[in-house]
């Protein structure tokens, strides 16, 4: 079994002309044209082939590179304000327990003054 690769022209437009896979200089399990449509090999798999010019890919890599990035920058954003707001609201309890008891102004006995005498 044997795969034929047409010819290209690389990058710096030099016209590489048609091959057989395998080559004779390489691996016999290579039976397979890969490559891009600007850089041509034989290798061992069948779908490694793809129809784009070898740089398209690098941008479809920077492309996935800035989109991790911005991802990683908005996760980290929200670890770091998820860790303020942790801190604040550990910060800014209050210290004491409530004991459920009314507050009043000491020195002033309420069982002897009357609602009345309190409003004046």
Do not use: H
Not at 18 to 47: M, R
Not at 77 to 104: E, H, M, Q, S, W
């Amino acid at each position: 079994m044997s795969a034929d690769c047409e010819g290209y022209y690389t990058k710096a437009d030099v016209l590489v002309e048609g091959f057989t896979c395998p080559k004779a200089d390489s691996d016999a399990t290579a039976l397979f044209c890969c490559g891009f449509s600007d850089l041509k090999y034989c290798c061992d798999d069948p779908n490694s082939f793809f129809p784009y010019e070898y740089g398209y890919m690098w941008w479809l890599s920077l492309g996935a590179l800035v989109g991790l990035s911005v991802a990683a920058v908005v996760l980290l954003a929200f670890i770091v304000t998820l860790c303020v707001l942790c801190y604040l609201f550990i910060t800014t309890k209050p210290r004491g327990l409530d004991n459920g008891l009314p507050l009043r102004a000491p020195g002033i006995d309420r069982s002897s003054v009357s609602l009345q005498e309190a409003c004046r």
